[in-house]
């Protein structure tokens, strides 16, 4: 089986920083994209990031210049660098995978389970 375990949640200040890990771990052949989405109360969930194998980004306009994804692939590892981070981006952050497990021969998308982020002073 397959599974992305998040970590480095919790409660940091506006303006303060945190990141966020996400390992993906299992019987995995290859990881295309990988990424984090996040969900606010009452919000559906939206994209705050993703990177390709290649190390291609792409950021959400809200984040942009704030936030910075990056990714060890050699660890099946994605990090999220969030520097001043504002009350706004209060949410639970979802890693995402787009992966080919060796039970199959399409790439399949996967999520984490979550990890919930609360910017307050």
């Known amino acids: 089986q397959v599974q992305l375990v998040e970590s480095g949640g919790g409660l940091v200040q506006p303006g303060g920083s945190l990141r966020l890990s996400c390992v993906a771990s299992g019987s995995i052949v290859r990881i295309n994209t990988m990424g984090w989405y996040r969900q606010a109360p009452g919000k559906e969930r939206e994209l705050v990031a993703t990177i390709t194998s290649g190390g291609n980004t792409n950021y959400a306009g809200s984040v942009k210049g704030r936030f910075t994804i990056s990714r060890d692939n050699a660890k099946n590892t994605v990090y999220l660098q969030m520097n001043s981070p504002r009350p706004e981006d209060t949410a639970v952050y979802y890693c995402?995978?787009?992966?080919?497990?060796?039970?199959?021969?399409?790439?399949?998308?996967?999520w984490g389970q979550g990890t919930q982020v609360t910017v307050s002073s």
């Open positions: 995402y995978a787009e992966l080919r497990p060796y039970y199959s021969l399409r790439y399949l998308d996967y």
